[in-house]
């Protein structure tokens, strides 16, 4: 019996990578070797990516598989009836097929749904009776204790950056709105013996290896234990982890210690509040830097994996983002349009809304907009996903970033001139006018004063009585985004407001309105306390704006109002339900 096993790729897209690019910073999906290391050896096995070479339709072969990931999914389907067509059977499994497993069935003569190990040999068995089922899942997840070693062998030589991967883990400890992998996984995060891993990893040939897992430190408990065996080996590795790893240095170090050398990690936002509303505010925006820097302080590149096109985004994310990475150094950088795959709570959430434009499948890349953004339109965010691409990697930007590296520089720096070969190709892109004015008035500045401070009411209320707190903000941060259904400029004030700062506001506030010559909009529900001097400056005389343009105050509460010498009357008092966002 013959059996192929293939990995479909995207057919002439700016967004493919050429072989040259697969084979200087990519590796192979482990979908397929896996199942391989499943058959039984009396089977004769060919494993075909199609992205490193060409599928012959006219092979001889009994039986197909195909692995498919949503964006792969119309390739996978053209594949499937080109073998069926010829009276070869097929068999889909992956991500997609286990999301839209009646979609699958209409191009395949059995669908795989979920992880396939222990129902393969079933499978096959039914295949050689002519017994095939439409469906196939697993009554419980399988254990990955003794885990046959991958057919790594089976893949074509040369072909990728390394051949060298494998698993220590399958899912993820958390559960992103958007993300895919939770679902697939069956909501579990479950370890491989590190015996198990650690003898995989010592036949394997070569320096440097990759874990496919989807947060390698995902139970700390394990990662210790791991990264501790792995020194002896004396490997390098990369692999994916969350920036929380940061939290723990001396378990960093200790990955540092046992050959990490670079981490693709799942930075998504630098808003704080758009990751609540992803269900990742694990993630701490505040931490960012400082986690960044033990990354790097262990020699650790840094992959950041971040997002565009989330409910708080506007124009002003992506140059607000570029300009994070580019402060921070990040070694390297994915972009990616949210995308709501089929599956996730996000996609279903966007259909109840009637949000989602586009169903072609071969667009749930991470790289085109396929739903209608809340405060940006559809061109808006796919040109300033190009635009971030080409800011990051240009060569100012490479310079900046990588030559005061010390760690790995040529590496780094080729890595670079890689992703950079395939970023020209796709369309430069660009930002609204409207994104360096907003980004001027957003920002941090410092409070100094202490005394006299009013605490805000929305802040206090839900304290114990007589429990106000009395740590005292040391700074005002200002976070602006536009209100695209309003057309207004919101402003949100958090921290402390004194003379000073007030002061410096105001006159960002004006210089905004008038090059925007829009409302605006001040948000006051999360600014813990002002001095009376503070709210006096901003609202008891009227901005030196046009006449013709607003200036609406919202959750402006009692404790405030009560120090106010006289609230300007040009200044409009709103609620929550006055605002349509």
Known sequence: MKLALISPELQDSCYSFSKKEVTSFWFPRLSLTTLAAHTPRDIEVKIID????????????????????????????EISDRFRKRGVKVVLGGIHPTAMPEEAKQHADAVVIGEAEEIWLTLLEDFKKNKLKPFYKMDEL?????????????????????????????????????CSV??????????RPVKDV?????????????????????????????FKALIPLKKEWGSQASITLARDPELLELAAKSGCTSLFVGIESVSQETLASANKSFNKVSDYEKSIKLFHDNGILINAGMIFGFDNDDETVFERTVDFLYRNR????????????????????LESEGRIIDKDWSHYDGRHVVFQPKNLSPEALQDGFHWAYHKFYSIPSILHRILPTKQNR?????????????????????ISPLSPILNKLHGKLPAIETKNLIPNTFNTIKEKVGEVSSQIESFLEIRVKKNEKLQAILIELEGTLDKINASELKKRIVKTAQK????????????????????????????????????????????????????????MIIEEKDLTY
């Open 50 to 77: 199609e992205g490193v070479e060409k599928i012959n339709f006219d092979m001889d072969v009994d039986l197909v598989g195909i692995s498919a990931m949503t964006f792969l999914s119309s390739r996978a389907y």
């Open 142 to 178: 399988p254990s990955l204790d003794g885990l046959p070693p991958q057919r790594l062998e089976l893949l074509k030589p040369g072909a990728y950056m390394t051949n060298n991967c494998l698993q220590a883990s399958r899912g993820c400890p958390y559960g992103c709105d958007f």
């Open 182 to 191: 939770t679902n697939f996984f069956g909501n579990t995060f479950r370890l």
């Open 198 to 226: 650690v003898e995989e990893i010592a036949a394997l040939d070569g320096k440097f290896v990759i874990f496919v897992d989807d947060n390698i430190a995902g139970n700390k408990a394990y990662a210790r234990e791991l």
């Open 330 to 349: 990040v070694g390297l950088v994915l972009f990616s349009i949210l995308t709501p795959f089929p599956g996730t709570g996000f996609y279903k959430r």
């Open 410 to 430: 040529i590496a780094r720096l080729y890595f670079n001139w890689a992703y950079r070969r395939m970023v020209i190709r796709v369309p430069k892109g660009g």
């Open 516 to 571: 925007t010559g829009m409302d605006i909009i001040i948000n006051l529900k999360h600014l813990k306390e002002a001095t009376p001097a503070a709210l006096n400056i901003l609202f008891s005389e009227r901005l030196k704006i046009s006449d013709s343009l607003k200036v609406k105050l919202l959750n402006l509460s009692d404790s405030f109002k009560e120090k106010l010498e006289n609230l300007h009357p040009a200044y």
